[in-house]
């Protein structure tokens, strides 16, 4: 009696799956693998903010009525006594929540909003030094224990651990938007100057001169013409500059695009049309080299010398418009390689478009060393903004960030608890991201593979 073989299943003969064998890559890397873990929860963390530390309580029962005063964008609320009937306003801002007598209430983990000053315990209460409470009638008590200030206050009264939890919120948004613009520039860029290099991207005589003398129109109409319109958004909010911002650089591509259609047209001479080559790679390449010469904090003192009213939004966006540069080099570097791959000629043989080439079959397969220099791109950033925090550069009064933080604490150098908690916070926030971009590196290593 004749068996069946059965098929070889053995890892050796099954397809290779390069993320499937990254994330196991990834996962033998202990330190990195928890840094992921910690990294999630400090997300968690940020996106909680607002439930987490609040002075509004989640959920209470006031006056016979049921509210949520920390899920409502109510400024007020009408609250009608039962015994008497009267209706009185009770202002969500103004309004003493820790005095009030409720029938029932859920509070945050922590009570405390960031910003608010504790009047009963200014000018730096320590986490283990007698809080004081002062109730509604006027008497004051030692402090309740849900109402205390585990991690002490500043010089304002205001809470420690809400600051650090809000501080969190602040860090990781201006870490990951920033970073989300460089790397949105890095890949583009850094795909253009590796695909074409020097010699692959050739057009006509006149496409290529109409086209680089388009930069200079380009640049009058989009950013000299548009000055006072930025300069007027700029000193507005920040999101208004954003948007004044876009379309600017909507304006600059279209001219460049209208040149270069220009220049389609044009070049059908004999002397204009003559095909030359485009060293894409040589002006980025340079390009990069001039960027890396200017110092980003020198860019963040003048636009902030522009503005009136500093803004998150400035600092993020100088931040991603500055950082790129790593991401461009890695891209191009895989670039360089994978255009000279067999998959890359038979989609060039088969007649793809060169962008469903870059972008459907080169981007995809080469953009993974370029996570490595996000994931550390990630941790400058929180290190730049909180040192522009702690400088008092760029980020408004009213928000609280580990940085300023830690330059309430230089200021008070006897308060332990304004220098070690942030300093932790920040510690332990970079060497997450740094550990991660170790494990992908690792990962994405190919010696590594067995």
């Avoid at 001479?269 to 010469?293: H, M, T």
């Avoid at 020198?298 to 600092?315: D, F, M, N």
Wanted: hydrophobic share 50%; glycine share 8%.
């Amino acid at each position: 009696m004749l068996r069946r073989k059965k098929p070889d299943t053995s890892p050796t003969e099954q397809e290779f799956n390069f993320r499937t064998h990254a994330w196991q890559q990834f996962r033998k890397n202990k330190p990195a693998l928890w840094s992921l873990r910690v990294m999630i929860l400090l997300v968690v963390i940020a996106l909680l903010a607002p439930v987490l530390a609040n002075e509004k309580p989640l959920y209470m029962k006031y006056g016979g009525e049921t509210f949520w005063p920390a899920f409502t964008s109510a400024k007020n609320y009408t609250v009608t006594d039962p015994k008497t009937g009267q209706t009185s306003s009770l202002e969500l801002e103004l309004a003493d929540w820790k005095r009030m007598d409720m029938e029932s209430v859920v509070w945050a983990p922590i009570v405390w909003s960031p910003g608010r000053t504790d009047e009963a315990n200014m000018r730096y209460v320590g986490p283990g030094d007698p809080q004081r409470f002062i109730d509604a009638k006027g008497d004051t008590l030692f402090m309740p224990g849900r109402f205390k200030h585990f991690l002490g206050t500043n010089s304002l009264g205001e809470d420690v651990a809400a600051g650090l939890i809000h501080g969190a919120r602040v860090s990781l948004t201006i870490g990951l938007l920033s970073m989300s613009i460089a790397a949105l520039l890095g890949l583009l860029l850094g795909s253009l100057a590796g695909y074409f290099g020097n010699e692959r991207l050739r057009t006509t005589r006149a496409r290529l001169w109409l086209t680089v003398f388009g930069v200079f129109p380009a640049w009058f109409y989009a950013f000299s013409v548009r000055s006072f319109a930025l300069r007027d958004a700029l000193n507005e909010s920040g999101s208004s500059f954003l948007v004044q911002l876009v379309l600017s650089l909507v304006l600059f591509a279209g001219v460049i695009m209208a040149f270069n259609y220009l220049g389609k047209w044009l070049g059908r001479g004999a002397f204009f049309g003559k095909i030359v080559n485009v060293p894409v790679d040589a002006y980025i390449s340079r390009f990069i080299e001039i960027l890396n010469s200017t110092p980003t904090l020198i860019l963040i003192l003048s636009v902030s010398a522009l503005a009136k009213e500093p803004s998150i939004i400035y600092v993020l966006v100088i931040i991603g418009l500055t950082s790129w540069t790593g991401i461009a080099r890695f891209t191009r570097a895989e670039f360089l390689k994978i255009r000279n791959m067999d998959y890359i000629k038979a989609a060039e043989a088969m007649g793809f478009k060169e962008g469903r080439i870059m972008l459907r079959h080169a981007l995809i397969n080469g953009m993974a060393p370029s996570l490595v220099s996000i994931a550390f791109g990630i941790a400058s950033a929180i290190i730049a903004e909180s040192s522009l925090s702690f400088l008092g550069i760029g980020i408004p009064p009213d928000i609280v960030t580990w940085g300023k933080m830690l330059s309430q604490g230089q200021a008070h150098y006897q308060s332990w608890w304004l220098v070690v908690f942030p300093g932790i916070a920040i510690f332990i926030t970079v060497t997450v991201y740094n550990l991660i971009g170790d494990g992908l590196r690792d990962a994405f290593d190919p010696k590594l593979k067995r």
